[in-house]
C-alpha cells in the first residue's frame, strides 16, 4: 500500500497528540511515511512536539518525524495538510466568550459575535495556510477542521475556489456516534440525511444499511433525554458544560419534531437561556484551559521528564478517526459518504447555489460530490438563510475592511437583540482584536 506525507497545522493544538494517537492506531489502513508537525508558535508546539517524539520512536521507529516552524520544512513533498489552527488561541477564544456576555449576548467560540471575531481572525492565516501548502507541494489536499468552520469556508470558496481543500466538522460524526448508541448500533451501520450549514443543521433520515428507518426511534428517546447517552466516548464531554449542551438538545427537537437538531442551534433557538446559564467571568475557554489543555500539556511534560512514554500515554483521539476515512476516501477512492461543508449548487434544492451548505456527501480521489437533500421547510430555509447571510458579510467586511458590513453581519446575527447592541459588541471586539484584523473604515 501507498506510504503518504501529513502535515498537520496547529501541532500546538490540545488535538494534535490524539488526532497522532489515531494516526498509529490506524497505520494498517493508511500507511504514513512521513509526518510532520507545523505551528507558529514554537514554543507551544515544542512541548508536544518533544513528547510525541519520543512517542514515535517507541511506537513507530520507521516513521520519519519532525516538528517545525519553517513553512518549507513543513509543507514540502506532503500528500496531506491536517488543519486545525487557532488564530489568537485560547486567551482570544476567552474574550470572544466574555465581551458578548458582558453585553448580554451568547458568548460562544463558533456563534454569534464570538464565533464572528473569531472568523475574522481566521481568515488571513487560513489563507496562508493554503498558499504555503500550494507553493511547496502543489497536489497536497488540505482537510480543514479549524474554526469557525462556516466563515472559514465561505472565506476559501471566495478567496481560493479552486485549491484542494475539504472543510469538515466533528459535530455530526459525534452526534450519529451518540445515536447510534442509542438504537444499539455503530455509526458505520448508518447512513444519514441531513442539510443545513455548519453548526446549524438537521438531520432528516437516520437508516440502516438495510434501508430501516431509525429516526422515529432516535426522536423518542431525545424527546426525554437529548442526545445524553450513557456511553461517554471522549472525557471533555463529560465536562458539565457538554453534558448540558447534549441534554438541551431535547427543547431544540420541540421547535420542530420532524426532524433531529445539532446540538450548536441551542444558541440561535434559546440565546436568553444560554445567556441566563453562562458565568460571564469563567467561559467554556477557562474550563478548556483548566481542562483539557493542562492534561494534554502536562501529559507531555511527564513523557519528556521520564524520556519515555511507557506509563503516561496520551490517549487516542478515537472519535477523530473521522479525518483518517476522509484521507482514505482521497487517497483511494473509497466513495466514502460523510457530512462535509460546501458550495450548495443544487444539493438542497431551495437554498442559494453559493452558499456554503453541510451535507452528506462521497468523498473520491476528485474530491467531495454532495448528494442531493430535495427541498427544505421554510422555517429551516429561513433561518438558514438569515446566517447564511452572516457569514457572507463577514468574509466580505474582512475582504473590504467594511465597518458598515461587520456592524449589519452581528446585526443580523439572530442571537444579536439590536443594532445598538451589536454596535456596543463591535466596538469592544475592534479594541481586542486590534493584532489580528484588518483595520476597519
Ligand atoms: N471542526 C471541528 O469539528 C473541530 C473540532 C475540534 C476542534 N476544532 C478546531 O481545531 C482548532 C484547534 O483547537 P484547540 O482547542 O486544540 O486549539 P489550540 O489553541 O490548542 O491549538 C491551536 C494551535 O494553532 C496554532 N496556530 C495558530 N495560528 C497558526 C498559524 N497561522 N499557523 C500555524 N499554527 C497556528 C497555535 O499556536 C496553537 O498551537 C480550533 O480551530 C478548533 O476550533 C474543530
Ligand atoms: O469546547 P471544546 O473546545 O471542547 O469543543 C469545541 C468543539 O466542539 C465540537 O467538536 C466536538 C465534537 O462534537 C465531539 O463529537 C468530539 O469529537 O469532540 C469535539 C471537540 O469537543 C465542534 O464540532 C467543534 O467545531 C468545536 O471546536
Ligand atoms: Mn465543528
Not at 312 to 330: C, M, P, Q, T, Y
Request: aromatic share 10%.
Amino acid at each position: 500500500m501507498k506510504e503518504f506525507s501529513i502535515v498537520i497545522a496547529g501541532g500546538g493544538s490540545t488535538y494534535t497528540p490524539g488526532i497522532v494517537m489515531m494516526l498509529l492506531d490506524n497505520l494498517d489502513r493508511f500507511p504514513i511515511r512521513t509526518l510532520k508537525l507545523y505551528d507558529n508558535d514554537a514554543e507551544r508546539q515544542a512541548v508536544l512536539g518533544e513528547a510525541l517524539a519520543i512517542t514515535l520512536k517507541e511506537k513507530a521507529p520507521d516513521m520519519e518525524y519532525i516538528y517545525t516552524t519553517d513553512p518549507e520544512e513543513a509543507f514540502t513533498d506532503v500528500d496531506f495538510c491536517f488543519a486545525h489552527i487557532r488564530t489568537g488561541k485560547y486567551k482570544m477564544r476567552e474574550l470572544d466568550e466574555k465581551i458578548p456576555l458582558k453585553h448580554g449576548v451568547v458568548g460562544q467560540e463558533t456563534c454569534g459575535p464570538g464565533g464572528i471575531a473569531y472568523g475574522m481572525r481566521s481568515i488571513k492565516d487560513m489563507i496562508e495556510l493554503i498558499d504555503l501548502m500550494e507553493q511547496y507541494s502543489p497536489n497536497c489536499w488540505m482537510l480543514n477542521y479549524s474554526n469557525p468552520a462556516a466563515i472559514v469556508a465561505e472565506a476559501c470558496r471566495v478567496l481560493r475556489p479552486n485549491s484542494r481543500v475539504l472543510n469538515i466538522c466533528d459535530m455530526p460524526v459525534g452526534t450519529v456516534r451518540r445515536m447510534s448508541q442509542i438504537i444499539g448500533k455503530t455509526p458505520q451501520d448508518l447512513d444519514v440525511r441531513y442539510f443545513g450549514l455548519n453548526h446549524f443543521g438537521w438531520w432528516t433520515s437516520i437508516k440502516d444499511k438495510e434501508g430501516n428507518e431509525y429516526l422515529p426511534q432516535i426522536r423518542d428517546y431525545v424527546e426525554e433525554h437529548g442526545y445524553l447517552t450513557q456511553v461517554e466516548v471522549d472525557t471533555q464531554h463529560m465536562d458539565p458544560s457538554w453534558q448540558e449542551t447534549h441534554k438541551k438538545a431535547k427543547d431544540l427537537l420541540a421547535v420542530d419534531p420532524r426532524f433531529l437538531p445539532n446540538t450548536y442551534l441551542k444558541y440561535y433557538f434559546y440565546p436568553d437561556y444560554v445567556v441566563n446559564h453562562s458565568n460571564p467571568t469563567y467561559t467554556r475557554a477557562n474550563e478548556v484551559m483548566d481542562g483539557r489543555e493542562k492534561e494534554v500539556f502536562s501529559t507531555a511534560r511527564e513523557i519528556i521528564a521520564k524520556g519515555t512514554s511507557s506509563g503516561s500515554e496520551f490517549s487516542i483521539g478515537s472519535h477523530a478517526s473521522f479525518i483518517v476515512d476522509l484521507a482514505r476516501a482521497i487517497a483511494f477512492n473509497t466513495y466514502e459518504r460523510m457530512v462535509m461543508i460546501v458550495e450548495n449548487n443544487g444539493a438542497i434544492a431551495n437554498f442559494d447555489n453559493d452558499a456554503m451548505v453541510e451535507v452528506p456527501c462521497l468523498i473520491g480521489s476528485d474530491g467531495v460530490e454532495p448528494l442531493n437533500q430535495g427541498k427544505i421547510p421554510d422555517f429551516e430555509r429561513a433561518l438558514m438563510y438569515q446566517q447564511v447571510t452572516v457569514e457572507k458579510l463577514v468574509v466580505q467586511a474582512y475582504i473590504e475592511g467594511s465597518y458598515q458590513k461587520l456592524w449589519q453581519a452581528l446585526t443580523l446575527s439572530k442571537t444579536v437583540p439590536s443594532a445598538k447592541v451589536a454596535k456596543e459588541i463591535l466596538d469592544d471586539l475592534i479594541e481586542a482584536n486590534r493584532e489580528f484584523w484588518p483595520e476597519l473604515k
